[in-house]
Structure formats: C-alpha cells, structure tokens
C-alpha cells in the first residue's frame, strides 16, 4: 500500500513543477522524495510523472492520482484533528451509561462537564441491571459506567463516591420516632425491596445478611425512587418502610471507574 509519504511527495511535485522545488517544500532531499516516488510508481504499476527539461508533469496516471492523494493527506490530518481534539476535550464524543438510581447523581455532572467543554457530545444510558451494564463495556457501547460494586475483575474500576443508605419510613411508623435508626433494627421489619432485575437489590440483600438482619420484604421495585413512594403512600394497611439505597460507584473498562458501598 502506498505510504502517506510518497503521496504527499506525489501531490508537492503536482502543485510546485519540479522534484527540486517539491523537496524544500517537504523540508526533504531530492533524492529521498525522488525514492518516495519511484515506490509510489511501483506500487501503481505505472508511470506517475514524466520528466522534462524545464521540470516534471504529471502523466495522466499521475493526474488521477493526484485527486485522491489529496483527498487522502486530508482525511489523514482530519483523523489527528479529530483524535487531538477527543484528547483535549475540545470536540469527539463520550459515551456514558449508568445505573438508574444514579440519574440524580449523574445529571450535575454533565451538566458541568458541558459547560467546560461544549464541543463534546455527550450520550447516556440507563439500566437497573448490573449485567446490562457490564455489557455496555463489554460490548464497546459506553466509555465509562456509573454503577454499584462489585464490579468483575475483568474491568478497571475506581472508586468515586460513598454514599449513605437511606430509610423512608411514613411519619405513624414506629421507627420513623427513633432518634437514630441501626441496621439490627430492622430484623424482622415489613420492607419494600428492589426487584431482582435492580441491581442494588442483590447489593442490599448482601448487605443485610453481613449483619445478620432478616427483614420481611412485602413489595418490590425495579425503580429505586418508587420504593419510598410506596411505603409512604401505597402500602396503607399497615406501615412499611422503603428503602433508597445509595453508596455507588462508577465502573469502565480500562480507564474506567467503579466503586464499593458499606451497609
């Protein structure tokens, strides 16, 4: 394959008449743009330039040519643009995803991140499901992955935050007059639960049974902002408690994040 050498030689000789003149403009010798050529005419199969006493024109052959080298020197400068502004921030794309329950967390951020750099767009996804999520990696659709630990050993992961663990209780529940609400105390307490398909509620069941406690799930659901809804408001004929979990992570493949949570 033609080297992106021989063609810009190809296309200095095009535009200057002359192997001579065609070398200054290479910052290059005569003979080593004359080298580039002769490669050039080899791998073509043809001849390229025809040379003359008052300098070198292009052969038909070498006209033809002469557009798509042109139009490849171009695409050539345009990939390191394209790769210098990724780099910098000053253009490209990134690619997140994150986990559902994380929107609210997520959204400040983004909205920072566009207004230091406006050039870049920016796409989300969402899923309440760990696998999913790793998949996004996996399968080269996300740059970065905000989600709870663990993350698989496969992937970089870095941790970016430790949030609490949130109780919502209605204002009649026993538990809501606690001045202070510990893990044991909710053994044996009626819960609203994450579905299984929810990340956070295999996080939380692990969590829970590292402290011994047993809670009595009544309910699940799949959208972590429904639970305390329906504690407080659905739930009626005898109070429950909802619990909104927190202490994510973000999780990506090589230079990406992930994070750990303590109940």
Known sequence: MASLRALECLVAVADSGSVTQAARLLHSSQPAVSHQLAA??????????????????????????????????EAAASAVRSARAAGEATGG???????????????????????????VTITLRESTSAEELHGFI??????????PAPVPDRFTATVVADEEIVLAAPT??????????????LDGVRLVHFAPDNGLSTWLDRSLTKAGVRPEPVMRTSVTVAAPRLAADVLVLQ???????S???????????????EA
């Open 40 to 73: 050039l005419e080899r791998e073509t199969g043809t001849i390229l330039l025809r040379r003359e006493p008052r300098g070198v024109k292009l052969t038909p052959a070498g006209r033809a040519a002469v557009v798509d080298a042109r139009r490849a020197i």
């Open 93 to 119: 794309s990134l690619r997140l995803a994150c986990a559902q329950s994380l929107i609210s967390v997520l959204a400040p951020v983004i909205r920072e991140w566009y207004d230091r750099h406006p050039a």
């Open 138 to 147: 996996d399968a080269d659709e996300a740059d970065v992955v905000l989600m």
């Open 172 to 185: 009649d529940h026993p538990i809501a007059r606690q001045p202070v609400v510990r893990v044991q105390d």
């Open 239 to 245: 109070p429950h408690l909802g619990v909104v979990a």
């Open 247 to 261: 202490a994510f992570v973000v999780g990506g493949a090589g230079s990406g994040l992930a994070a750990s949570a």
